[in-house]
């Protein structure tokens, strides 16, 4: 399920009502997995199948993407980010979709999506950043280039932006989500770049 706003909802998040748009109201938060790393607490690690969002200067890291994607979400008008460590693209109709939505490209990017909106983020103004889905063997199905082509239509979607990515080839990478709304990728071959 993709969550979709219309436009005639108001800027600020305290302005809003139960009325507003067309948001589906839901029973419960949406459920936020990853955790302060133990040696750094301004660190966010973000595991495989988690998600993570902060209000604050903490910056969100993940590490291990070969086919798996991660994909950064920022609403910058109140700084407020997400990123999601997702394995496989498509979860709608498994039972681990229920209990593992960030397992999944398109569960994860709507629990993320939810996640930033209930801490108050406005799902129209969010802009993404794809990093990852490398094809790390030579698979006649492989895994990577299916969760980047899953992103891009489960963001598109949401109405969600892609504003830059690094993904694809046969490279590992490493990335850090900092307060500033960029996203630092650092491959295995040691290369480093932010977008």
Do not use: E, F, Q, W
């Given at each position: 399920m993709t969550r979709s706003l219309s436009d005639d909802r108001p800027d600020d998040p305290a302005d809003r009502t139960e009325s507003d748009g067309d948001a589906v109201a839901d029973p419960e938060p949406a459920t936020v997995t990853g955790g302060a790393a133990a040696n750094d607490p301004g660190r966010i690690k973000v595991g495989v199948g988690e998600l993570a969002v902060t209000t604050d200067d903490a910056v969100l890291t993940t590490s291990g993407l070969g086919s798996c994607v991660a994909v950064a979400l920022v609403d910058e008008r109140v700084g407020i980010r997400g990123l999601l460590h997702a394995m496989l693209p498509a979860g709608e109709g498994r039972t681990t979709a229920v209990s593992r939505p960030a397992?999944?490209?398109?569960?994860?990017?709507?629990?993320?999506?939810?996640?930033?909106d209930d801490a108050g983020a406005d799902p129209r103004r969010l802009e993404a950043r794809v990093a990852g889905g490398a094809e790390?063997?030579?698979?006649?199905?492989?895994?990577?280039?299916?969760?980047v082509q899953r992103v891009g239509e489960v963001l598109d979607a949401a109405g969600v932006p892609v504003v830059a990515s690094d993904v694809g080839d046969a490279v590992g990478r490493t990335v850090r989500f900092g307060p500033d709304g960029r996203l630092a990728v650092r491959a295995a071959d040691g290369f480093e770049r932010v977008i």
């Open positions: 397992k999944y490209v398109d569960t994860g990017i709507d629990s993320l999506i939810g996640a930033l790390m063997l030579d698979l006649t199905d492989a895994v990577g280039p299916r969760n």
